[in-house]
Each structure stands twice: as C-alpha cells, then as structure tokens.
C-alpha cells in the first residue's frame, strides 16, 4: 500500500512539475481571490486583518476544488484509470497516492496565500507554529474528502459543477476550525480554545482517510 | 396538420397491449399495499385536521409569546421528521445498500425517497423558523448553531439530489449516492460539534434566550404530542408514495423505448408501417 502510494504520489506531482497547472494557474487564481477579497471589503486594513483567517481558508477552499479537478481529469483521458486499476496497484495506495500529491500541492498554495495575507491584509501572526500545524492538518482533510468526492464524480460529464457543490459543504468544520485557529494564533493570547479545533480537524482527517482508505476499491467501481 | 407528428410522444403505458409487443407491464401495486398507503393518508389527514383545530382554537395563547406560540405544534415535528427521521433514514439505507449481504434496490428507494421528503421537510423547518424568528428574535436568521446545522444539512441533501438526477445504471446509481449519503452522514456529526463551538466561542449568550421556555398546559402538551404523530403520519405516506413513484419511474426508465416503437407500431398497423391515414387526415 504505502510503495503503491509513493508510486502514484511521485507520478502525480512529476505531471505537475512538468505541466505546472497548479503554480501557473491554480496560485495565481489564489492570489486574485485574494485581492478580490481585499476590493468586497474596501481599504480599511483593519477590517481585512480582522477577516484575514476567514478569507484565508475561503481561497483555500477554491482552489482546493481546482486542485482535485486537476487530480481527476489526470486520468481522465487515455484511459489512464483504466491503467491504473488493470496495472494491480492497490486501491488504498491509489488513493493515498493522490491524497498525498494534491495535498503537497496545496501546502506550496497555502504558504503563498499566507505570504499574501500577511502582506496584503497585514495580517500579524503571534503563534506560528499553530498556523503550521492549522495547514497541515486542513490540507490533509481536504485532500482526504477532495480525492474521494473527485472519484466518486470522476466519470460524469457534470463533474466540474457537481464537485464544488458536494465537497464544499462537506469541508464546511475545515473551514470554521481552520479560520479559529487562526484566529487564536493571531490573537496569542488563548491556545487553548485552539487546541480543541486541532482536535477536531484531526478527527475530521482520520474519519476520511479511514473512509478513503477502506471504500476507495469499491468508489472505483463506480466510475 | 403536421402538428400531430411533431409533438413529444405522449406515454400511456395501458394504451399499449404487453402481450403481443414484448414491453414488460409496469408493476402493479398489490391490494394490501394500496390499503396501507390509503390508511395512513387518512390517518395522516385527520391527525393534521385535528393538530390545526387543537392548534388554532382550542389551545389558550402563550403568556408571553401570545398567539406565536402556536408555532410550536408545527415547527418542532417538522424538524424532527426533517432531521432525524428522514436523514436517519436516508442514511441507515445508504448503509444497508452498501453492506453487501443486504444489497438491494429497495434500500436506494427508500433513502432516495426519504432524502427528497426530507428536503420538504428541511425548507419547511427553516420556512417556520424563520417567521417565529422575526417577531420573537427580531431577526429572520441568527447565525445560531442549530440553524446553521439544518442548513447545511439542507445543502448536504440537495447535493444527494443533484447526484441522484444524473443519468446511469441503476446499480451504478445506487452506489455512488449512496456513497455520497453515507461521507454526508459521518460529515454531520463533525458539523454538529464545530458549529456549537464556533457559535459559543464567537459571542457570549445564545440567542435562543431561557426566556423563551415555555409554560406547557395540559391541552398543549397533548396538541404538541398530537403534532408530532400527525406530521411523523404525513412523512409516511409521502415515503411510500414517492417509494411507488420511484418504482414506476425506473420501469419507464427502463423501457421508455420499447413502449414508444410500440406505439408507433401499433399506429401504422405494423413494424414497416407509417403513421396510419386517419390520424394524418383527421388533423
């Protein structure tokens, strides 16, 4: 499973380091949504600091979803799923795989979009090693459920449309516990408060590995 | 003239002899379950009669909420069909579907057919809510935890929907919704505990303040259990209704065009032949 899982992972991100979608398009997109946020909320820094965490995690969100639709359409021509389950590499190294490469995408978008925060919202953040530790444990939700919807949705021709719309609500205490802790971790006064939204973000993740790791065979079979 | 040759082929299934065309005849409801289905409508029926009587004038107005109150012996029923009946439902299903000893397209029925009820349910819920919000909180919407779990849990269900209306095989189908029901069911846990805290944590006092609390007299406390039992009645018989429906849906599904070459067919008198000359003429 975990070679199965290194294999895939190494082959998704050598298509991204030889396409370059995800740094040519999906963290520009990141960074418009950025300014965009900056333009609804007018010029006042106060207020864009106030709603740095939030903001963060929304542009995250988004690009969450262009990320996975990248990791699916991948496979989508050629027949390259086809490959993959004929080429006997076990279903929970596959999904691994792709969880892993989306995932390490996602962490280069996050530490570009937190620059942009910093940056652009003047943002200050008292307690780094929380935002770290906030991103991590988020990215790895997201990629766990994105994986899973984008295979699920992987052989309609709605895709593009029914992706957002089922895994964003699913990704909705990603989004409240990652912008809390960041929050907490921009306020540095109470890690405390913090610390029960690390919890549940860490129960959000192994509830959807689990799940992925388990079903992944059978949601294949789907497609 | 032609008009007749254009228009959308109009189905009806009995129009059609199953013997000598080879379309397998739509499936026919048994007596008992028709009975059934007809007992707890009127049941259904007479309790919501009863609820709204019992609701409206029988039952004394609230001290302090005044006629408001009566709110409570729709909102609350509603929500416990919406919430926990339906999506319960929808989700033990979508299990029952996936684990494989007890596959069967019953199972992704009935979830189907509960998840659409719950929907109507669901707005329901948030429609009541709403319009005892305004004049109790002064606001349509409070970003209160509750509400903001029914929402999503709304949004949850349309996605289910929306998966559900694109084409595929049955099977196919079945699975992949109830996939998608079972990540939503593990998801609401997670909403549930986030929510609470990200409300309690932001502001101080709740907004469904303890004042709120309502003296319960002997007669409301029977309209309100009433209520409960009449709307649980209602969910029911939609369920089975729309259960049937569902049945006959995927029989037409099925065999939508076997039944249309038939009626060409049986139009011009034979497999070769055109539209018969006194449909033309007499348009």
């Known amino acids: ?223 | 003239m032609t008009s007749d040759l254009t228009a959308a082929p109009v189905i009806h299934p009995p129009a059609v002899s199953a013997s000598n065309t080879g379309v397998t005849p739509p499936p026919v409801q048994s007596t008992r379950s028709k009975t059934t289905e007809r007992v707890i409508g009127v049941l259904a029926l007479v309790g919501t009669a009863a609820t709204v009587w019992l609701g409206l004038w029988v039952t004394p107005p609230d001290e302090h909420q005044g006629d408001l109150v009566r709110l409570v012996y729709i909102h609350p029923g509603v929500a416990w069909v919406a919430l926990y009946l339906a999506f319960g439902l929808a989700a033990v299903s979508s299990l029952l579907y996936l684990w494989p000893r007890t596959r069967s397209l019953f199972w992704d029925r009935l979830a189907a057919a509960a998840v659409e009820v719950g929907v109507v349910f669901n707005v329901c819920t948030l429609v009541s809510g709403s319009i005892w919000g305004k004049p109790t909180w002064g606001v349509w919407w409070a970003w209160d935890a509750r509400l903001t779990l029914t929402a999503v849990l709304l949004v949850l269900f349309l996605g289910y929907l929306a998966l559900r209306r694109i084409p595929a095989e049955p099977e196919v189908r079945a699975r992949r919704s109830a996939f998608v029901a079972l990540f939503a069911a593990i998801d609401v846990p997670l909403v549930h505990f986030s929510v609470n805290w990200w409300n309690t944590l932001h502001q101080g006092a709740t907004v469904l303040n303890p004042g709120l609390t309502l003296k319960i007299h002997g007669s409301m406390a029977w309209t309100l259990l009433l209520g409960f039992v009449a709307l649980t009645l209602v969910f029911v018989w939609m369920l089975l209704v729309r259960y049937r429906v569902g049945v006959l849906e995927d029989w037409l599904d099925a065999n939508e065009l076997d039944l249309a070459l038939a009626e060409r067919q049986s139009e011009g008198g034979g497999p070769f032949g055109g539209p018969a000359d006194d449909r033309v003429g007499a348009a």
């Not at chain 1, 943002?123 to 997201?142: E, K």
């Open chain 1, 1 to 223: 499973m975990w070679r199965d899982a290194a294999l895939i992972a190494g082959k998704d991100l050598r298509i991204e380091g030889r396409s370059r979608v995800a740094l040519s398009q999906v963290a520009p997109f990141g960074i418009v949504a950025l300014v965009l946020f900056a333009f609804a909320l007018g010029p006042d820094r106060q207020v864009m600091a106030k709603g740095a965490p939030g903001l963060f995690w929304v542009a995250v969100l988004f690009c969450t979803v262009l990320a996975i639709q990248r990791s699916v359409s991948v496979e989508s021509s050629d027949g390259a799923s086809d490959g993959l389950r004929l080429s006997g590499i076990d279903p929970a190294g596959l999904y691994l795989g792709k969880a892993v490469a989306v995932a390490a995408q996602l962490i280069v978008l996050e530490a570009l979009l937190a620059a942009g925060v910093v940056l652009l919202y003047g943002a200050r953040i008292a307690v780094p090693w929380m935002i770290v530790v906030s991103c991590v444990l988020g990215t790895i939700g997201l990629a766990a459920t994105g994986t899973l919807y984008g295979a699920l949705s992987s052989g309609l021709r709605v895709r593009e449309t029914l992706l957002p719309f089922l895994l964003l609500p699913i990704a909705v205490p990603v989004l409240l516990a990652g912008t809390r802790i960041w929050q907490a971790a921009m306020a540095g006064g109470t890690p405390s408060s913090g610390m029960a939204w690390l919890r549940l973000l860490l129960v959000f993740d192994v509830v959807y590995l689990a799940a992925g790791v388990v079903l992944f065979g059978p949601i294949q079979e789907t497609a």
